[in-house]
């Protein structure tokens, strides 16, 4: 039998519905050339990946941004009577969940759970060959850094919706910097919301609200970061089966991070962009030389480029 809120998500468009809309195209992964052994040349056979835990990042502002914009947007709306006093005072103060559900499989059997729960970010950007980016991995006068390039379907197919029994849930999504578009985006779902609630709906729309700020939450950054155009692998562990999900931990700037990892399969990977190179021509030559041994002995079949970027110093 559904439930009142399953009845009221049948009657919302996709974008007014809680979660994620999954990024396709390939993204590219900035790391430091160190980084490229544990990536890729793990005996597993797999792409290796660090998802870091999204209240470890280097953004102390993460998961901040949305609580803010939503109020604000709410209280526009009914200024310019866009919405009603009366649907305002049902929407305002609400956040974001710190619950979601999950459906699970145990012992043979689905299960849906509902609780606490960790989100672990891997970051990428849409750009392969950003200077900005390139200065993260910059030593000196010299650039060691390098991305990959992976394409955003191949690495959602590793995490189809039962994988690991539904304890864990991957997507992919872009990252929206934005003041004005945050704030729209949000405005578009209340005045859905506005025009979809009946008598009765109540509880349905506080709950429908507080799960959609949950997602976009991981989403939305400062307009100072716009320059990593970043997309996300953000991946839900239900608190509840974190044990399931083996967690390391490694340190940057004093800080110590929890992370988990991403097994990939090798087809994801598309290209390997070299970073802005100071050297010879001949010694050009030979790093993408030895670069292209070094995928092909590892069962790898990816494009190489180099940076374009006309940086001297």
């Not at 999954?22 to 792409?47: D, M, S």
């Not at 299960?111 to 950003?130: M, Q």
């Not at 990252?175 to 506005?194: M, P, R």
């Not at 609200?209 to 939305?220: A, D, E, R």
Request: charged share 25%.
């Amino acid at each position: 039998m559904e439930s009142l809120l399953d009845k009221f998500l049948l009657r919302l468009s996709i974008d007014a519905l809680p979660g994620h809309t999954n990024f396709t195209g390939e993204i590219f992964h900035y790391t430091a050339l160190r980084n490229i052994e544990p990536i890729l040349l793990k005996p597993q056979n797999k792409i290796v990946l660090w998802a870091s835990q999204s209240d470890c990042l280097n953004d102390i502002s993460e998961g901040t941004i949305v609580e803010p914009c939503y109020h604000k947007a709410c209280q526009d709306l009914r200024d310019s009577g866009e919405i009603s006093t009366d649907f305002f005072e049902l929407i305002s103060g609400i956040k974001a969940s710190r619950n979601e559900t999950f459906i699970t499989v145990e012992n043979n059997k689905v299960r849906t759970y509902r609780g606490e729960y960790t989100t672990y970010i891997a970051s990428f950007s849409r750009k392969n060959d950003l200077l900005p980016m390139w200065n993260y991995y910059s030593k000196g006068d010299l650039f060691e850094g390098i991305n990959l390039g992976m394409d955003a379907e191949a690495i959602l197919a590793n995490f189809p919706r039962n994988f690991a029994d539904g304890k864990m849930r991957v997507y992919v999504s872009s990252v929206v910097y934005s003041a004005k578009e945050q704030e729209q985006i949000i405005k578009n779902f209340i005045i859905e919301l506005a025009n979809k609630y009946k008598e009765g709906d109540e509880s349905s729309v506080k709950a429908v609200v507080s799960m959609k700020l949950t997602s976009l939450k991981m989403i939305f950054k400062q307009e100072c970061f716009s320059h990593e155009q970043e997309v996300r692998i953000i991946v839900d562990v239900a608190n509840k089966y974190k044990n399931n999900f083996p967690i390391r931990y490694r340190s940057n700037a004093g800080y110590f991070i929890p992370y988990i990892e991403l097994a990939i399969d090798k087809e994801a990977l598309k290209s390997v962009t070299l970073g802005p190179f100071r050297g010879t021509e001949s010694q050009l030559d030979l790093q993408k030389k030895t670069l292209a041994q070094m995928l092909h002995s590892n069962h790898y079949s990816a494009n190489i480029n180099v940076s374009k970027v006309p940086v001297r110093y």
